[in-house]
């Protein structure tokens, strides 16, 4: 029991650490508000490619490519979303709301929150699995976040432009390039792979810290209740479903890892901008992110805990 304890803690512990030293880093003002989002970037675009190259490079491709997986994943997302857009129906009289909520409950962190947890349990360069489920899952998210904010504004999704943003993704970038150059056979002289190392370990510590940057409390008080159904669905009521189904379905270590980085971390934080940028209801959003964020350190040691006594990883 204390050794699965330990295991979950040291799995979950550096996630809220990163973030805290985020939330010091911003009170003392070595990084100001107007630098967040610059930097949010920047660890994306950089950073984070050689991370998912990193972790396909040199894989079974078709043993990392789990169709009964990544089945699984597409389909409890796309449950997940219809079953949010049914949520949103009586909120009549407040039209705007809806795009917010929905993506708060479909749309998690999976690469920020979720991966690091993965990695803290299996280590780096053993998740190919887990860089193929993201390279087929966040397209998605992103596919859906558009038609549901352009919907609920009364606009009509741009198909070019979405397309466009998907192959641009710094992540399928990184993803899709690992796995062409593992397919072609081709082995990375030792200095560049030594330098797509290093920079792949700086994403996730960077990401955590910016992301505990980014905390700004606003007023909660005319949105509580859609806050507290946002964050109880995001961190509780998904994974508790979902997670619990795939391992009554027979799915165990870094499969039930990656469907749990994946369901359990909280909701994502391109939510926000992209609210802000399409009309939906970003005040929300911008909060649903900040406390699904600040509770997920502890909801997702849980969740870990508990499939952990159960021997399932």
Known sequence: MIEDLLICLKAVAPLFIYMLIGV???RTGIIASEDVRKLNHFAFVVFFPCLMFENVYGADIGKSFNVKL?????ASILTIYFLSVLLTVK?????A???AVIQAVYRSNFVIMGLPVAMNIYGRGNLSITAMMIAVIVPLFNILAVITLEYFRSGRPNVRVMTFGIIKNPLIIGTLTGIAVTISGYEIPQIPEDIISDMGSIATPLALIILGASFEFSSVGRMKRELIICVLARLVIVPGIFVSAAAMLGFEDIELISLLAMFAAPAAISSYTMAEEMGSDSELTGNVVIF?????????FLWL???KTLGLF
């Open 292 to 300: 699904s964020s600040m509770s997920a350190s502890f909801t997702m």
């Open 91 to 95: 909120m009549k009289d407040r039209p």
């Open 70 to 74: 990544i089945g699984y994943g597409l």
């Open 305 to 307: 805990f508990i499939f």
């Open 24 to 26: 010091l880093v911003r």
């Open 97 to 99: 709301m809806r795009g």
